[in-house]
């Protein structure tokens, strides 16, 4: 249980494109998910915090107009990367918030990652 | 000075041995303490969830935390070289919300 993909897996583009990426909850529903970003060999990113059916939250430092997120279910998050430029390719891994731990405690399930490369 | 501090490694370790892992943090609010695996290029899998002081265990992982000294743990019993891995504390200061990692440790299990 506590299932999350993302896709794609990996995509390569130009620069001066856009990327979208998804996130989905597989067998339960997210009401908050996270998108992270992570360079190689370094920890965890957070860059913002989505909500079903709200705007997300950007973490410091991290430009909204260019890292879109939208959050359209409780099962589904997107995150498009913009007008992508070689600065932009890393490896982007979203999470989703779920409450089936024992308890009613909420901890987080995370997908299997999305690598991005801008040419 | 980071939040959570969490040494980088690499920590290697013979097969069958115990991999001992920790984090220190500052920040007193944090209640929560999660450990993940992450394999290379791949999502971080949750480990073992923590809730306040104390011991948890869970096959051959325990974990345990020590809110006094801003201290956790996490002990790999009979380690395997499917363990190699880098992994990755984490907590938060109330369910649900946002989590600060560590920066990681990679672990590698020799045969």
């Known amino acids: 249980g506590a299932v999350v993909s993302q896709h794609p897996s990996w995509v390569i583009c130009k620069s001066g494109t856009s990327v979208k990426i998804e996130c989905r909850s597989l067998?339960?529903?997210?009401?908050?998910m996270f998108w992270y970003r992570q360079f190689p060999k370094q920890s965890l990113m957070l860059m913002a915090t989505?909500?079903?059916?709200?705007?997300?939250?950007?973490e410091q430092g991290v430009e909204k107009d260019k890292f879109l997120i939208n959050h359209a279910s409780l099962t589904l998050s997107t995150l498009t990367v913009t007008s992508a430029h070689p600065e932009d390719s890393s490896f982007y891994i979203c999470s989703a918030r779920s409450n089936r731990q024992a308890g009613n405690t909420d901890t987080q399930y995370f997908g299997p990652g999305t690598r991005l490369t801008v040419l | 000075q980071k939040e959570v501090e969490q040494d980088p490694g690499p920590l290697s370790v013979p097969e069958g041995a115990i991999v001992s892992l920790n984090c220190t943090y500052s920040?007193?609010?944090?209640?929560?303490f999660m450990w993940y695996r992450q394999y290379s290029r791949k999502g971080p899998e949750l480990l073992m969830y923590t809730y306040s002081s104390g011991n948890k265990e869970d096959g051959r992982f325990t974990a345990q935390v020590d809110k006094s000294s801003k201290y956790i743990s996490l002990f790999i019993r009979d380690s395997q070289p499917s363990d190699s891995a880098t992994y990755l504390c984490a907590m938060t200061q109330a369910a649900g919300n946002k989590l600060t990692f560590g920066g990681g440790t990679r672990v590698l299990v020799k045969p």
């Open positions: 989505s909500n079903e059916g709200s705007k997300a939250t950007y």
């Open positions: 067998d339960f529903q997210a009401t908050t």
């Open positions: 920040n007193s609010a944090f209640q929560y």
